[in-house]
C-alpha cells in the first residue's frame, strides 16, 4: 500500500530538480523487472507516482519571486543617512536591495530597524564594494565629503549617483574628482519626506546620464537603479543638468521663498479656512520641513537663482505700487468732490499746455519769436515818438 504526503496528486508543473525532495518522492508499483528487449513494453509496465505537497506551486511563485528579486538588487551605499537618506532607503529595502550607510552621526539603531548596515568609518563601507554610492549630504557639505572620501577601496567602476536639489554643482564636482572610470548619474526625486510620505505616483523624478559606461553591464546597472523610481510610480524625466537648474529656479526656488515668508508671517488656521487658505498652510509646512541650510543651498548653488529672487521683489514692488495707486485716486476723491470734478480738473490740465501752444503760434510758425518782439518794441516807440506834446 502506498503513503502520499498529500490526499491529492497534482499534475507535474516543474521539472522534478526544482521540487524540494521532502515535498516529492517517486515509487515503483512494481518490483525492479530484469532488462527486456522492448522498450515499450518495459515502459508500460513501470508506473511511477509523485506526488508533491498542496503548497507547492506557492512555493514555485515564492522562489520565482526570490529569484527576480535577487537577479535585480542592487548594493546600494548611501552617504549621508539623516532624514532624506533614510526616507530612500526604506523604499529600497522594500524592494528587495542591500542597502550600507555611512553619515557623521552614528545611526546605527535606526539602521537596524529599517534593515540598513551602517558603518561609522567611510572606509568599512567601501570596503563591502557596493555597486552603487549614493550622495545624499546636504548641498553646503557635499564638496567636502567628495574631497575627503576613499575611492581607491572601491570597485573601478562604481556608479555614483547623487540626489541634490541643484544639478550643475554636484556633476562639475563629480567630473573634478571622482576617477575616469566610475559612472556618473545625476539625479533629482523633486519630492521629499512630506511629499512623498504616502505615495510617490506621479511625482517627478529628473535625472541626467551625465557618464555612462557603454558595456552591457554598467547599463544595466543604471537602469536598475532608474527602475526603483519607476517601480514606485515616479514621473521619470530625463534632462541635462542645465535645464534642470534653469527649471528648478522658476519653480522650487520661488516656492521656498514664498512659503518661508508665511511662516514668519504666522498663518493659522481658522474655522473659515478656503481651499485657497489650505494650499498655503500646506505650503508652509512643506517648506518648514526643510532645513534652511537647503534654502541656502539652493540659493547659493543654483546660478539662476539670484534672478528669480531680484523678479519675486521686483513683482512685489509692482504690486504694491497698484495698489497705492489706486488709493491715490480714491484720496482725490475725497478730497476734490466728486469723480466728474477729478475728471474736469485732469481735462484743464491738459489743456493748460495746448492753450499756450497756441498763444505762441500767432507769433508765425516762419518768424523767430524774437523778431516779433523786437517789431512790438518797435511800433510802441513810434507811437510814443508821434504822440503831441503839451508843454505847461
Not at 508533491?52 to 549621508?80: R, V, W
Not at 541626467?208 to 514606485?232: Q, T, W, Y
Not at 524625466?237 to 508671517?265: I, N
Request: charged share 25%; glycine share 6%.
Amino acid at each position: 500500500m502506498l503513503s502520499f504526503s498529500s490526499t491529492q496528486t497534482k499534475p507535474s508543473l516543474l521539472p522534478p530538480n526544482l521540487y524540494p525532495s521532502s515535498h516529492s518522492f517517486s515509487h515503483s508499483l512494481l518490483p525492479p523487472l530484469k532488462p527486456h528487449k522492448n522498450r515499450t513494453h518495459l515502459h508500460l509496465q513501470r508506473l511511477t507516482i509523485q506526488a508533491i505537497d498542496a503548497a507547492q506551486p506557492f512555493d514555485y511563485e515564492s522562489q520565482l519571486k526570490t529569484h527576480y528579486q535577487k537577479s535585480n538588487a542592487l548594493k546600494i551605499g548611501i552617504i549621508g543617512f539623516g532624514n532624506y537618506g533614510q526616507f530612500l532607503a526604506r523604499s529600497f529595502v522594500q524592494q528587495g536591495h542591500t542597502v550600507l550607510a555611512h553619515s557623521r552621526s552614528n545611526y546605527s539603531k535606526l539602521a537596524q530597524d529599517v534593515g540598513v548596515s551602517f558603518f561609522t568609518d567611510p572606509n568599512d563601507l567601501c570596503e563591502q564594494h557596493p555597486e552603487v554610492v549614493l550622495l545624499c549630504t546636504s548641498i553646503m557639505s557635499s564638496e567636502k565629503v567628495i574631497k575627503t572620501f576613499p575611492f581607491q577601496r572601491l570597485l573601478r567602476n562604481t556608479l555614483f549617483v547623487d540626489v541634490l536639489s541643484v544639478k550643475e554643482f554636484p556633476r562639475d564636482l563629480f567630473l573634478n574628482y571622482l576617477p575616469a572610470e566610475f559612472d556618473i548619474l545625476c539625479t533629482h526625486p523633486m519630492f521629499g519626506p512630506q511629499s512623498g510620505k504616502d505615495s510617490w505616483v506621479d511625482l517627478p523624478f529628473v535625472y541626467d546620464k551625465v557618464r555612462i559606461g557603454d558595456c552591457g553591464f554598467r547599463l544595466n546597472r543604471c537602469e536598475k537603479f532608474l527602475d526603483i523610481f519607476a517601480r514606485e510610480g515616479c514621473r521619470m524625466v530625463e534632462m541635462s543638468c542645465a535645464e534642470h537648474d534653469r527649471d528648478a529656479a522658476g519653480s522650487q526656488f520661488v516656492t521656498h521663498p514664498m512659503g518661508r515668508v508665511l511662516e514668519k508671517f504666522r498663518l493659522e488656521s481658522s474655522p473659515i479656512n478656503t481651499k485657497g487658505y489650505e494650499t498655503l498652510l500646506n505650503l508652509v509646512e512643506n517648506t518648514a520641513g526643510d532645513s534652511f541650510e537647503l534654502y541656502y543651498g539652493l540659493f547659493m548653488y543654483n546660478k539662476n537663482a539670484m534672478e528669480q529672487l531680484e523678479r519675486l521683489d521686483m513683482a512685489f514692488e509692482d504690486l504694491k505700487k497698484e495698489l497705492f495707486g489706486n488709493l491715490h485716486e480714491v484720496c482725490r476723491r475725497q478730497l476734490f468732490g466728486s469723480a466728474e470734478r477729478v475728471e474736469a480738473l485732469r481735462e484743464e490740465e491738459d489743456a493748460e499746455p495746448q492753450k499756450l501752444l497756441s498763444t505762441g503760434s500767432q507769433i508765425g510758425s516762419n518768424e523767430d519769436p524774437r523778431n516779433g518782439a523786437q517789431k512790438g518794441y518797435e511800433n510802441g516807440h513810434a507811437s510814443l515818438n508821434s504822440a503831441p506834446v503839451s508843454l505847461r
